[in-house]
C-alpha cells in the first residue's frame, strides 16, 4: 500500500503538525509539540508506520518529499543531530513490525498530504 506523509511546523522552528493520505483517506495532527521542519518530517514518517499498523496493512511504500528524512530512514544519508537520530530509532523499532517498508522520495507535486497541508493553509 502506497502512504503519503508530511509535516511542517509554522514558523520554523514552531508547532508541529502531519498528515498521511493512505488509501484515499487523509489522517491529520494538528499539534504534535514544538521542532524543526525536519522534526515534523520525521515524526509524519513515524505515524505514517503508525496508520498502517492501525490499518493492519503488512507492506507498504511510504512516500514523501524530505531528501533527509527518505535519505536517513534508507541509511544513504548520515544523521548528524541527536534529536533525528532518536526520531529515526523510533522509526526503526515500528519498521521491524512490518514485513517490507519501502520509503521512496517524490516530488512536493506528488505528495497527496504535502497538498493537504498546503490547502489548509492557504484556506482552500
Known amino acids: 500500500m502506497k502512504i ?3 509535516g511542517g511546523c509554522r514558523p520554523n522552528p514552531g508547532r508541529i503538525e502531519v498528515a498521511v493520505v493512505a488509501a484515499g483517506i487523509c489522517y491529520f495532527e494538528p499539534d504534535l509539540g514544538f521542532g524543526s521542519n525536519n522534526d515534523a518530517e520525521w515524526l509524519a514518517a513515524i505515524y505514517a508506520l503508525n496508520m498502517a499498523g492501525t490499518l493492519g496493512v503488512t507492506d507498504i ?3 514523501g518529499d524530505s531528501a533527509l528524512v527518505v535519505g536517513q530512514a534508507n541509511g ?8 533525528l537520530v532518536r526520531h529515526g530509532a523510533a522509526f526503526d523499532g515500528l519498521r521491524s513490525n512490518f514485513v517490507r517498508v519501502r520509503v521512496r522520495r517524490i516530488t512536493r507535486t506528488q505528495n497527496l498530504a504535502g497538498i493537504f497541508l498546503s490547502k489548509r493553509h492557504s484556506g482552500r
Open 76 to 83: 544513504t544519508t548520515r544523521c548528524r543531530s541527536p534529536k
Open 61 to 63: 511504500q511510504l512516500l
Open 4 to 6: 503519503y506523509f508530511d
